[in-house]
C-alpha cells in the first residue's frame, strides 16, 4: 500500500506551532495564536528572522548553515556566528584593498615583445650643434659694414655678437646696452637678426650626406633650426609647424618621419662634417667639434636628448636602439584624471606640431620667461604675437636660462633645495605614446688616405666623419594599458569573495530570492 505524500517542509505549519508555543506560556492572554493582533515590526522582525533562518540552512556559502542547525549547542552557535561575521569584515577589507590598488595605480606597462621591428620605428631626429656659435669670417664682414656713434670704436663690439649666445655668466651694465641698443638701431637690425647674420651655415658645416647608402644633397636632408644653443642643423625633424627648408626642394620634403629598413651603418645616415676651426670665434667648449642630439622626430631638441660629442679628425659610429612604447584603446577611452597621461593630439601647443612632455616643459619654460622679461629669446620659436627680446633684455634672459636646467620649472628657488611632489610641473603630463632612441658611440681617429668611400673627398685633416645608424634589426615594445578591467576585476573581487566565504553569483541570487520571491510564492500557496 503506497504511503500518503506530504511536504517535507511546511512554513506555515512551522508558523503556527512557534506562534501556539510563544503564546501558550503567556497566561495573562487567553487567546489563541490566531486571534493576536501583532504591530507591522514585531511582524516585519519575525518575517525576516524566519526567512534568515531558513537562507542560512540552504546556503552554499561557507560557515552559514552551523549558526541554525538544531543539533548543536549555543556556544557552537555563537562560536560559528563569530567565525562568519570574521570572515564576512575579510572579505569586506580585501575587495576594498583590492579597489584601492586599482585607482592608485590605473594602468601599468609591461614588455609586448622584445622582438619588434625596428622599421615600425620612425628614425630619430639628428640635430647637429657646431661648438662654434659666431662664424669669425661673418662677424668681421658683419662688422665692417656696420655704421658706429662717435666715441664707439670697433673692438667695443667685440661683447655684442657675444651677447646673441646669451652666456649664462656674464652681467652687462645697462650704460653698455644702451651703447648697443644705439647701434641697432643705427643699423635698422634687431639682435635676433643679427645672430642669425653671424652663425655658421649648415650647408658650410655639412659636406657630404649619405642617407640609407644613397648620396643626397645635404640641403634636402638637414634644415637651419634654432635651439637654445643658438644655431643648429637638423635632419628628420617635424617638430616645428613650419620647415626651414628652401622653397625650391621644400616639396621633396616628406609629410613624414623616414624610417629605415635594415640596421648597421649602410642603412643609416653618413655624413661629413667639417668644424671650420679657422672660423672660431665664440664657443662654450674647449675644443673642435659637434654635439649630437638625438631625440624623437616631433619633439624640440634641448637638453632632454640623447646627446653625443663628437671631435676633429674622428671617425664616429652611434648605434642607436630604439624602444617603442604605446597605449591600448582601453586607456584611450579611460578618463583623463586616471590614465594621467596624453596623446600627442590632446593638447595643442604654441608653434610645434604634436603634445609631448618635452614639448610641453619647453613651452612651460618659454612662458616662464615671456612673464618675467615681457619678450621671447631669438633662441626660441615665436609665431609674431608676442615681442622678441632685444638688446637691453639680455640681462633678463640670461638669468632666466637657468629654468632650463631645473627639473620643476616652475619652482625660483636654488638648485640645492630639492622639493618632494606628486604633481607634474606645469600641468605637464606624460606620454601615453613614445618612441626612446637608447644610443652609445665609438670612434676613431680619421685617416682619409685609406678610405674607398666617397664621403672622404674633401683633403682637409680636421673633418669629422659620422654615422648613425639602428644597431639591430628588432627592439623592445612596451604596452600600456589598464591595470584591471570589468572582467578581471570580476575575477579578482569573485576569487577573494570565493576563497573565504565560497560567494557566488548564485549565492547571491539565493539571498535575493529568500527576502522576496519566497515570501510571495508561500503567499501565493496560503491563498
Not at 197 to 215: A, H, L, T
Not at 218 to 232: A, D, H, I, P, Y
Amino acid at each position: 500500500m503506497p504511503l500518503p505524500k506530504r511536504r517535507i517542509f511546511d512554513l506555515q505549519e512551522v508558523q503556527a506551532q512557534q506562534l501556539a508555543k510563544s503564546f501558550g506560556s503567556n497566561t495573562k492572554d487567553k487567546r489563541s495564536p490566531s486571534q493576536v493582533t501583532l504591530t507591522p515590526w514585531v511582524a516585519f522582525k519575525r518575517w525576516f528572522s524566519e526567512n534568515l533562518s531558513n537562507y542560512c540552512q540552504t546556503t552554499s556559502l561557507h560557515g552559514f548553515s552551523y549558526i541554525t542547525r538544531p543539533d548543536i549547542s549555543h556556544g557552537e552557535r555563537l562560536f560559528w556566528l563569530g567565525i562568519v561575521i570574521l570572515a564576512i569584515i575579510t572579505s569586506i577589507v580585501l575587495v576594498l584593498i583590492s579597489w584601492y590598488w586599482n585607482r592608485e595605480t590605473p594602468t601599468v606597462t609591461v614588455i609586448e615583445s622584445s622582438h619588434f621591428p625596428t622599421w615600425n620605428i620612425p628614425f630619430p631626429a639628428i640635430t647637429v650643434c657646431n661648438f662654434n656659435k659666431i662664424s669669425k669670417t661673418k662677424a668681421l664682414n658683419f662688422l665692417d659694414r656696420m655704421q658706429l656713434p662717435s666715441n664707439v670704436t670697433k673692438m667695443d663690439l667685440r661683447d655684442l655678437f657675444n651677447l646673441t649666445l646669451y652666456p649664462p655668466t656674464l652681467v652687462v651694465s645697462n650704460e653698455s646696452l644702451q651703447i648697443y641698443d644705439r647701434i641697432l638701431k643705427l643699423n635698422n637690425v634687431t639682435l635676433a637678426d643679427l645672430a642669425q647674420q653671424i652663425s655658421p651655415d649648415c650647408i658650410e658645416m655639412i659636406s657630404r650626406c649619405i642617407w640609407k647608402g644613397m648620396n643626397t644633397r645635404c640641403e634636402s636632408l638637414f634644415q637651419r633650426v634654432v635651439t637654445m644653443e643658438g644655431t643648429c642643423c637638423s635632419f628628420n625633424y617635424f617638430a616645428s609647424v613650419t620647415n626651414n627648408f628652401p622653397e625650391k626642394i621644400a616639396y621633396q620634403v616628406p609629410k613624414r618621419p623616414y624610417r629605415v629598413t635594415g640596421c648597421g651603418y649602410p642603412t643609416g645616415l653618413s655624413i661629413l662634417l667639417n668644424p671650420m676651426i679657422s672660423d672660431y670665434y665664440g664657443t662654450f667648449f674647449s675644443g673642435y667639434g659637434f654635439r649630437l642630439l638625438i631625440h624623437d622626430a616631433y619633439n624640440f631638441p634641448d637638453e632632454n636628448s640623447e646627446t653625443k660629442v663628437v671631435t676633429a679628425t674622428r671617425e664616429s659610429f652611434v648605434r642607436i636602439s630604439p624602444e617603442s612604447t604605446y597605449a591600448t584603446e582601453d586607456i584611450r577611452r579611460m578618463d583623463l584624471q586616471l590614465r594621467n597621461c596624453l596623446f600627442g593630439r590632446e593638447r595643442s601647443l604654441n608653434g610645434l606640431q604634436r603634445y609631448s612632455f618635452v614639448n610641453c616643459m619647453f613651452e612651460c619654460r618659454v612662458l616662464m620667461i615671456l612673464k618675467r622679461c615681457g619678450c621671447l629669446p631669438a633662441y626660441m620659436h615665436n609665431n609674431g604675437s608676442q615681442p622678441t627680446c632685444g638688446i637691453l633684455q639680455v640681462n633678463c634672459v640670461i638669468q632666466s636660462k637657468r629654468v632650463f636646467s631645473m627639473a620643476l620649472a616652475n619652482i625660483n628657488i636654488t638648485l640645492s633645495i630639492v622639493r618632494q611632489t606628486d604633481d607634474f610641473p606645469c600641468d605637464c603630463l606624460p606620454d601615453c605614446q613614445s618612441n626612446h632612441y637608447v644610443s652609445e658611440s665609438t670612434m676613431g681617429k680619421l685617416n682619409i688616405t685609406y678610405s674607398l668611400t666617397r664621403m672622404t673627398a674633401s683633403n682637409r685633416t680636421d673633418n669629422i666623419l659620422l654615422h648613425v645608424f639602428y644597431s639591430d634589426l628588432m627592439s623592445t615594445r612596451y604596452r600600456m594599458e589598464i591595470f584591471q578591467n570589468w572582467l578581471s576585476a570580476l575575477a579578482s573581487f569573485g576569487g577573494l569573495l570565493g576563497l573565504i566565504m565560497g560567494f557566488s553569483i548564485v549565492t547571491a541570487f539565493e539571498f535575493i530570492y529568500f527576502l522576496t520571491f519566497r515570501p510571495i510564492f508561500n503567499f501565493v500557496n496560503q491563498d
